[in-house]
């Protein structure tokens, strides 16, 4: 047993300014965030595991229509959703993961169904949604998926998508809308969501867990960096763990995650250095946009992001205060 434990965690990075919220707005995050964290640190305090922590934190934030995973996922160009979750067991660098599922109230459970009752790592559309029905986990039909802002957003990209995308088969935007939008200063071009947590339990065992909705107005079968191992998500216990927000096929190309253990593993970096050198020397300059959550096994924390905010929080046993923080 070490004495030391930590959680950390995300709601997705992006153009999040003091200017785009109202009080109200902010507040609700806030009390998202700051629930999601109360769930999965008194896993920890009560000597449960990381992995439980990191699950449990992921759902209570999935079942948030705040944030752009579970319910509150954003549409494909198609005007439907798919999901992608991962998440990771430093212990043993178990892992499981699945993609583009459609009907799963909590796609981090799935993921958890992967790693423990079959022999794969990934698993995708429509295998992925009937291991979870095999399984008894909850199911919702599209409805329960769909949000007025999300539906609003993909409007807008689908817009802006004829002007500088092929979008071929793009919809038409001239039906009134049912409703006004909840968020109307929101740009859907910078807004990107996810969600996700890290953390070091009582064993010194780290996990990572991440959760998302993908991109507003994304090609349909699209797969990001969050369910991909080594890129959006990784836990190993002799360096990191770590769960990451942003635009998907850069964080890919840069095998972000994994690339932040290296630097530990065979560089000796701190994780603060690491976490520096890859999202502000390494992805900024090919055009990464986002950030992440990461721990490492003395419970050091590090919520680094080169975006303009990033929805984030943390509590350690070093320092027992919760922090929850939106802007630079
Ligand atoms: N990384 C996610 C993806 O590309 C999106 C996000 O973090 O907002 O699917």
Known sequence: MTTSFALALHGGAGTISPQSMTPEKEQAYREALGEALAIGYAVLQRGGSALDAVELAVRSLEDCPLFNAGRGAVFTHEGHHEMDAALMDGRTRAAGAVTGVRTVQN???AARLVMEKTEHVLLGYPGADELARQHGLPTQPAEYFFTQHRYEQLQEALAEGRMRLDH?????????????????????KKKMGTVGAVALDLHGNLAAATSTGGMTNKQHSRIGDSPIIGAGTFADNRTCAISCTGHGEFFLRAVVAYDISCLIEYRGLSLAE???????????????????????????VALPF???????????????????????
Do not use: W
């Not at 039906?175 to 740009?187: I, T």
């Not at 890859?278 to 721990?295: F, M, N, Q, S, T």
């Not at 975006?307 to 205060?321: D, I, K, L, V």
């Open 107 to 109: 796609p981090i459970r």
């Open 168 to 188: 071929s088969e793009a919809l038409t935007t001239d039906a009134p809308l049912a409703e006004p939008s909840a968020f109307p200063n929101e740009d859907p």
């Open 274 to 300: 690491a976490c520096r050198v890859v999202v502000h020397d390494k992805l900024a300059p090919i055009g990464g946009e986002g950030g992440l959550v990461a721990v490492d096994a003395a419970g050091n």
């Open 306 to 328: 080169n975006s303009e905010g990033m929805y984030r929080a943390y509590q350690t046993s070093a320092n027992a205060a919760p922090f929850v923080a939106i802007y630079q």
